[in-house]
């Protein structure tokens, strides 16, 4: 029940187009949903979260969709940027816990 | 903007040999936790610590492991006797404290990591 799913593995895309990464997961409990990038050689940073009380969050060229019947929730990234490669995690926590469940990750390529 | 440090970055340590990995978290959180990456592989839970105490630990988190905080700016995390297959990516991390006592909900900041490498 705590599994996460995150599609696809990797992820080429041309600079400026619409990059999207899925997370899927099964435990009814998470009630928070971060997306986290990692560069290679550092740790992971929080890029966007979002509650289950909304369905849409944007922050500037990146989007969270959230669907909470399908239990599916997904980062959107506009106009991306050879900047925007690195790998991204999906991460829900349950409230009342300290973990993350993380996805397994999608390594983004953006190519100039 | 304050950031999680680790030391070492790479630690390389034989086999059945005890190492201690080292983080401070950002000054004004009180939740700390350790997580690990295997190479290849996706992040995993181990610990979290609050008030001196674990409040969570994973089924990774077995004997062979304790976290610490020796001081009020410290968090380690000890391996006593390493295998080969605790090789890995060690990530600390820390937070503040939520709103209404929530926790649960507060974003986790990383540091860059210790890679364990048992030889």
């Known amino acids: 029940q705590q599994q996460v799913k995150q599609s696809p593995q990797s992820l080429i895309v041309q600079k400026g187009g619409i990059s999207i990464i899925n997370c899927a997961y099964e435990?009814?409990?998470?009630?928070?949903f971060p997306w986290y990038q990692q560069f290679p050689g550092k740790g992971p940073a929080l890029l966007i979260a979002i509650r289950p009380d909304v369905s849409e969050k944007k922050e500037g060229r990146f989007t969270i969709s959230f669907n909470k019947s399908a239990k599916q929730f997904s980062l959107h990234i506009m106009d991306s940027q050879p900047g925007d490669s690195a790998t991204y995690f999906c991460?829900?926590?349950?409230?009342?816990?300290?973990?993350?469940?993380f996805g397994t990750g999608t390594r983004l390529k953006v190519l100039a | 903007e304050p950031e999680v440090t680790q030391t070492p970055s790479h630690q390389v340590t034989q086999m059945g040999q005890e190492v201690i990995l080292r983080c401070v978290p950002i000054?004004?959180?009180?939740?700390f936790y350790w997580y690990r990456q295997i190479l290849g592989q996706k992040v995993e839970f181990l610990v979290s610590?609050?008030?001196?105490?674990?409040?969570?630990k994973s089924e990774i988190f077995d004997d062979q492991f304790s976290v610490e905080r020796p001081d009020g700016s410290n968090f380690t995390l000890k391996i006593r006797s390493t295998k080969l297959e605790d090789s890995a990516m060690y990530f600390c991390?820390?937070?503040?404290?939520?709103?209404?006592?929530?926790?649960?909900?507060?974003?986790?900041?990383f540091g860059d990591g210790t890679r364990l490498s048992i030889l």
């Open positions: 991460a829900p926590m349950s409230a009342g816990t300290y973990k993350y469940i």
């Open positions: 000054s004004n959180h009180l939740y």
């Open positions: 610590f609050y008030n001196n105490e674990i409040s969570e």
């Open positions: 435990n009814t409990a998470f009630d928070y």
């Open positions: 991390a820390s937070s503040g404290s939520g709103t209404g006592g929530r926790v649960g909900n507060q974003p986790q900041h």
